[in-house]
Protein backbone atom coordinates (compact mmCIF):
# COMPACT_ATOMS: atom_id res chain seq x y z
CA UNK A 1 0.00 0.00 0.00
CA UNK A 2 1.40 3.48 -1.03
CA UNK A 3 1.93 5.86 1.61
CA UNK A 4 -0.24 8.86 2.39
CA UNK A 5 2.45 10.91 1.11
CA UNK A 6 2.85 8.78 -1.91
CA UNK A 7 -1.26 9.23 -2.33
CA UNK A 8 -0.79 13.29 -2.30
CA UNK A 9 1.86 13.56 -4.67
CA UNK A 10 0.35 11.74 -7.20
CA UNK A 11 -2.97 12.93 -6.66
CA UNK A 12 -0.92 16.82 -6.88
CA UNK A 13 0.51 15.70 -10.38
CA UNK A 14 -2.76 15.25 -11.49
CA UNK A 15 -4.36 18.34 -10.64
CA UNK A 16 -1.30 20.00 -11.76
CA UNK A 17 -1.79 18.75 -15.50
CA UNK A 18 -5.17 19.96 -15.56
CA UNK A 19 -3.73 23.40 -15.47
CA UNK A 20 -4.01 24.40 -11.62
CA UNK A 21 -0.86 26.80 -10.44
CA UNK A 22 -1.63 26.67 -6.73
CA UNK A 23 -2.17 24.38 -4.65
CA UNK A 24 -3.18 24.38 -0.26
CA UNK A 25 -4.50 21.48 1.47
CA UNK A 26 -5.54 21.48 5.10
CA UNK A 27 -7.62 19.52 7.53
CA UNK A 28 -9.46 20.89 10.62
CA UNK A 29 -12.11 20.20 12.70
CA UNK A 30 -13.95 23.26 11.71
CA UNK A 31 -13.82 22.86 8.26
CA UNK A 32 -13.16 19.32 7.48
CA UNK A 33 -10.96 17.97 4.09
CA UNK A 34 -10.47 21.20 2.58
CA UNK A 35 -8.31 22.85 -0.08
CA UNK A 36 -7.75 25.67 -1.98
CA UNK A 37 -6.44 26.21 -5.70
CA UNK A 38 -5.88 28.79 -8.31
CA UNK A 39 -6.12 28.07 -12.00
CA UNK A 40 -5.56 30.47 -14.91
CA UNK A 41 -6.04 30.02 -18.57
CA UNK A 42 -4.98 32.70 -20.82
CA UNK A 43 -6.97 35.90 -18.68
CA UNK A 44 -9.62 34.20 -16.57
CA UNK A 45 -7.83 33.82 -13.68
CA UNK A 46 -10.23 31.42 -10.63
CA UNK A 47 -9.53 30.53 -7.16
CA UNK A 48 -11.49 28.33 -5.55
CA UNK A 49 -12.31 26.81 -2.24
CA UNK A 50 -13.75 23.97 -1.20
CA UNK A 51 -14.96 23.24 2.70
CA UNK A 52 -15.94 19.85 4.91
CA UNK A 53 -14.81 17.63 1.54
CA UNK A 54 -16.26 13.56 2.23
CA UNK A 55 -12.40 13.08 2.39
CA UNK A 56 -9.34 13.57 1.75
CA UNK A 57 -9.71 11.92 -1.95
CA UNK A 58 -12.59 13.71 -2.78
CA UNK A 59 -10.76 17.58 -2.07
CA UNK A 60 -9.28 17.00 -5.65
CA UNK A 61 -12.11 16.17 -7.46
CA UNK A 62 -14.39 18.97 -5.74
CA UNK A 63 -11.90 21.36 -6.86
CA UNK A 64 -12.46 20.12 -10.73
CA UNK A 65 -16.19 20.41 -10.53
Known sequence: AM??????????KQILKKGFSG???GNT?????CLCTSYQKDK???V??????KN??????DAVK
Open 44 to 46: LHI
Open 3 to 12: APKNIYLEEL
Open 48 to 53: TVVLDC
Open 56 to 61: MENRWD
Open 23 to 25: VKT
Open 29 to 33: PAAGP
